[in-house]
């Protein structure tokens, strides 16, 4: 890649990213890492650890506890560091989620540790194919106060996998920091070139963060992603089983989707469905192989699948079109930068 970073740094290097998950029941938790070596000398590395507990305190309504720690260190002997908890409240819509939370915790870098409070209040939503999603975040960094601003979306189509945000910030201007920009953004496209295999380009810039202790700059990159399968992974389609759409004309949507026990080991999957000719679920308990599901009449659709109690990413498509996230499922972005929803089975 080349990079300028914090107006200091004009160079090229080489870099390997690492990310790893674990998800049981309800439980994620995430790690990932960075090791950088420049070509005018000197490297760098980063990691991140992540973790969320999630409960349920009704149909709609999902409470997360998580736990973030990270940190940096430089071949000059420069390093920073930190440790954060926060809560989140999810308010699940039909085609996207409300949100809302806060946090607290420490960070270092330089020649001290700061406290630091963060709040987080936004919406996420499906559009025309395209999901959207605004965060508005106020922090608190000891003396410093500011507000960040961001509207970010994505998009798939066939094998190229396309993300963008643009932000803003409000308040204090970090002067001290050696902040000045208030304005960012940035775009990456992932083109799969076959399973497992995509090239990534990305550019943009970033503002200072001082809860991280990390400078604002600008970026562009070129690499190729290595990832266990696929999950748009092409299989041959088996033929549709006609049934006749609604006289009433509605465009093919989920209006409604449900679970249930069927066994010790079975989950019975259920969904409302307009205008539907065909009707698949795919996740990671089906090892995103698509699994059609069986009309029950008057737009009802079900299927019978051996899923252990556990969490697990999941999303449905009606008729061979888009992948969607069916209503009431916490809507996510899974690592090729798609929309997934968040199943958790009892």
Same mark, same amino acid.
């Given at each position: 890649?080349?990079?300028?970073?914090?107006?200091?740094?004009?160079?090229?290097?080489?870099?390997?990213?690492?990310?790893?998950?674990?998800?049981?029941?309800?439980?994620?938790?995430?790690?990932?890492?960075?090791?950088?070596?420049?070509?005018?000398?000197?490297?760098?590395?980063?990691?991140?650890?992540?973790?969320?507990? &999630?409960?349920?305190?009704?149909?709609?309504?999902?409470?997360?506890? =998580? %736990?973030? $720690? *990270?940190? #940096?260190?430089?071949? +000059? @002997?420069?390093?920073?560091?930190?440790?954060?908890?926060?809560?989140? &409240?999810?308010?699940?819509?039909?085609?996207?989620?409300?949100?809302? =939370? %806060?946090? $607290? *915790?420490? #960070?270092?870098?330089? +020649? @001290?540790?700061?406290?630091?409070?963060?709040?987080?209040?936004?919406?996420?939503?499906?559009?025309?194919?395209?999901?959207?999603?605004?965060?508005?975040?106020?922090?608190?960094?000891?003396?410093?106060?500011?507000?960040?601003?961001?509207?970010?979306?994505?998009?798939?189509?066939?094998?190229?996998?396309?993300?963008?945000?643009?932000?803003?910030?409000?308040?204090?201007?970090?002067?001290?920091?050696?902040?000045?920009?208030?304005?960012?953004?940035?775009?990456?496209?992932?083109?799969?070139?076959?399973?497992?295999?995509?090239?990534?380009?990305?550019?943009?810039?970033?503002?200072?963060?001082?809860?991280?202790?990390?400078?604002?700059?600008?970026?562009?990159?070129?690499?190729?992603?290595?990832?266990?399968?696929?999950?748009?992974?092409?299989?041959?389609?088996?033929?549709?089983?006609?049934?006749?759409?609604?006289?009433?004309?509605?465009?093919?949507?989920?209006?409604?989707?449900?679970?249930?026990?069927?066994?010790?080991?079975?989950?019975?999957?259920?969904?409302?469905?307009?205008?539907?000719?065909?009707?698949?679920?795919?996740?990671?308990?089906?090892?995103?192989?698509?699994?059609?599901?069986?009309?029950?009449?008057?737009?009802?659709?079900?299927?019978?699948?051996?899923?252990?109690?556990?969490?697990?990413?999941?999303?449905?498509?009606?008729?061979?079109?888009?992948?969607?996230?069916?209503?009431?499922?916490?809507?996510?972005?899974?690592?090729?930068?798609?929309?997934?929803?968040?199943?958790?089975?009892?």
């Amino acid at each position: 890649m080349a990079l300028q970073y914090a107006d200091t740094v004009n160079t090229g290097a080489a870099a390997v990213s690492g990310d790893a998950a674990f998800q049981a029941r309800a439980v994620a938790a995430e790690a990932v890492g960075t090791f950088s070596q420049f070509f005018t000398g000197g490297s760098s590395a980063q990691g991140v650890l992540s973790g969320s507990y &999630f409960i349920r305190s009704s149909s709609r309504v999902l409470t997360e506890l =998580g %736990a973030f $720690a *990270g940190g #940096s260190a430089h071949h +000059d @002997g420069t390093r920073t560091g930190q440790v954060l908890g926060n809560f989140r &409240f999810h308010y699940q819509l039909a085609v996207g989620e409300l949100f809302a =939370g %806060a946090g $607290a *915790g420490r #960070s270092s870098f330089g +020649d @001290g540790a700061q406290n630091v409070f963060i709040g987080e209040a936004g919406a996420s939503r499906q559009i025309s194919g395209v999901d959207a999603s605004f965060v508005l975040s106020p922090v608190a960094v000891d003396s410093a106060k500011y507000a960040d601003a961001q509207l970010s979306a994505s998009w798939t189509h066939a094998n190229l996998d396309f993300s963008a945000l643009a932000g803003f910030r409000l308040g204090d201007q970090l002067e001290s920091l050696g902040g000045t920009a208030r304005g960012w953004g940035s775009f990456n496209l992932v083109a799969w070139l076959k399973p497992g295999l995509a090239a990534v380009l990305g550019a943009g810039s970033y503002p200072i963060d001082p809860t991280q202790g990390f400078p604002g700059g600008r970026f562009a990159s070129a690499s190729i992603r290595f990832a266990r399968g696929h999950r748009r992974q092409p299989i041959a389609d088996a033929p549709l089983t006609q049934v006749p759409i609604a006289e009433s004309g509605e465009p093919a949507a989920i209006k409604d989707f449900a679970w249930a026990r069927a066994g010790a080991r079975n989950v019975t999957l259920k969904a409302t469905v307009t205008g539907g000719r065909s009707v698949e679920v795919s996740g990671d308990f089906t090892g995103w192989v698509p699994m059609k599901l069986t009309t029950a009449g008057n737009g009802v659709w079900t299927v019978d699948l051996p899923v252990a109690p556990g969490q697990y990413q999941m999303n449905m498509r009606i008729n061979g079109g888009k992948w969607i996230v069916p209503p009431g499922l916490l809507p996510m972005v899974d690592e090729f930068g798609g929309a997934v929803g968040l199943l958790i089975v009892e």
